[in-house]
């Protein structure tokens, strides 16, 4: 059995503590994170190391950040996907030809699985160039995960992380307070549905349904007692990855105490 699980942990310096206990507590395999907040030279690469885990990291400065911790082994790392897109943080109002890519994405071969940790752009609003930017970055990666199922359509392959998308009505607190906001436009679903219709499959939903099942709370507004959240944290597997699936769960508590991330961890078992 593999357990793989996905957490946007929102620093993981400031979490530390948090992230170490609950990979002993849960018998994890392999973890995803996204939003690290830290350089490469300063991962606690040796916290994971003492706890059993090899890490490769991808981090260029207190923004963003993607790793994956395994401990049944870390092969071929990939840092970005072909044509990742980036963006220039100092434009006001378009994209530029050669923006900075941002770490976002990395990927390792982990006990014969493929893991993609991703972090997709937020789009902050839609008339903001970050939309623009986040529907490159989908369909960009997009055609790399096509091309991946065509050249081995047997292949194990597993997209993981803090996706930006609430892909259902379901996914969201309130239809209405989304109504003109990132997340939800139907340009956002359709880009998420595009892996589905190419064959990845969300193994997390059939064992974590909703409505009201939440991955993500902001921290305003007391959203995490009011049950006011959003899922947008996913594990989409390849077809090959998905006929292995036997149990998934979201682990709502860890979402709660001081110090906790405004995501909860997601987990998969695979036979």
Not at 32 to 52: I, M, S, V
Not at 53 to 58: C, G, K, L, Q
Not at 134 to 151: P, Q, S, Y
Not at 162 to 187: C, M, R
Request: charge should be negative; hydrophobic fraction near 40%.
């Amino acid at each position: 059995m593999l357990r793989l699980a996905t957490w946007n942990v929102n620093s993981v310096r400031s979490r530390l503590d948090r992230v170490i206990d609950w990979l002993d507590r849960s018998d994890i395999d392999v973890l995803a994170l996204q939003e690290t907040k830290c350089r490469d030279d300063q991962f606690p690469y040796d916290r994971f190391d003492a706890a059993g885990y090899e890490v490769a990291h991808a981090g260029i400065n207190q923004w963003n950040g993607v790793a994956i911790a395994s401990r049944v082994g870390l092969e071929d790392v990939q840092i970005a996907f072909d044509g990742q897109p980036g963006f220039d943080r100092d434009a006001a109002d378009t994209l530029f030809a050669e923006p900075v890519v941002d770490s976002r994405a990395i990927a390792a071969t982990c006990g014969g699985v493929r893991v993609w940790s991703l972090y997709v752009p937020n789009g902050r609003a839609v008339t903001d160039p970050h939309f623009e930017y986040k529907l490159d970055w989908l369909a960009r990666l997009h055609d790399n995960a096509e091309k991946w199922l065509v050249d081995n359509p047997a292949a194990q392959i597993a997209l993981v992380g803090d996706w930006n998308i609430a892909p259902t009505d379901d996914d969201v607190w309130s239809v209405e307070y989304f109504a003109d906001k990132t997340h939800t436009t139907p340009q956002e679903r359709a880009a998420f549905d595009a892996f589905v219709t190419t064959g990845f499959s969300d193994v997390v939903r059939p064992y974590a349904p909703g409505p009201g099942v939440f991955t993500y709370w902001d921290y305003t507004r007391l959203r995490f007692p009011r049950k006011e959240g959003m899922k947008i944290d996913f594990v989409l597997a390849s077809p090959a990855l998905a006929a292995r699936a036997t149990a998934a769960l979201i682990d709502r508590e860890e979402r709660k105490g001081t110090g906790a991330s405004d995501h909860a961890p997601v987990v998969v078992e695979f036979e």
